[in-house]
C-alpha cells in the first residue's frame, strides 16, 4: 500500500518557523516530483512548492517564496519543508504530494492526508 504520511504540524506564533516533513511508504518515489499544497477553511487547495526528482530544482509560490524551503532525501524517500517567518495567513492544512510536478495539483498522483499548520498572531 503507497502512503504519504506527513509529520510536523502545529499551533505557533506569527514569526515562528516550523519543519514538516513527509515519509513515504510502500514504494520508492525517487524518480518523481515532490510537492507541497495547502488549503485554507473555506479556499481551495493551492500550490506552496515543489521539487524535481533530483532535487535540483525547485519552485515556490510568490506568496511563500524566502521564507519556506523545500528539500528531499532521496535515499530515505523523505521530502520536508521548512516554515520560516510564519504569518497567520500561512493557516492551512499541508498535504505533501508526488508526481509528474508542476504548480497544478492535478499534476501529482500520491497525496498525504495533511497535517494542520495554525499561525497565531
Known amino acids: 500500500q503507497v502512503q504519504l504520511v506527513e509529520s510536523g504540524g502545529g499551533l505557533v506564533q506569527a514569526g515562528g518557523s516550523l519543519r514538516l516533513s513527509c515519509a513515504a511508504s510502500g514504494r520508492t518515489f525517487s524518480s518523481y516530483a515532490r510537492g507541497w499544497f495547502r488549503q485554507a477553511r473555506g479556499k481551495e487547495r493551492e500550490f506552496v512548492a515543489t521539487i524535481s526528482w533530483s532535487g535540483g530544482s525547485t519552485y515556490y509560490a510568490d506568496s511563500v517564496k524566502g521564507r519556506f524551503t523545500i528539500s528531499r532525501d532521496i535515499a530515505k524517500n523523505t521530502v520536508s519543508l521548512q516554515l520560516n517567518s510564519l504569518k497567520p495567513e500561512d493557516t492551512a492544512v499541508y498535504y505533501c504530494?508526488?508526481?509528474?510536478?508542476?504548480?497544478?495539483?492535478?499534476?501529482?498522483?500520491?497525496w498525504g492526508q495533511g497535517t494542520q499548520v495554525t499561525v497565531s498572531s
Open positions: 504530494a508526488a508526481g509528474r510536478g508542476g504548480y497544478y495539483a492535478a499534476g501529482y498522483n500520491y
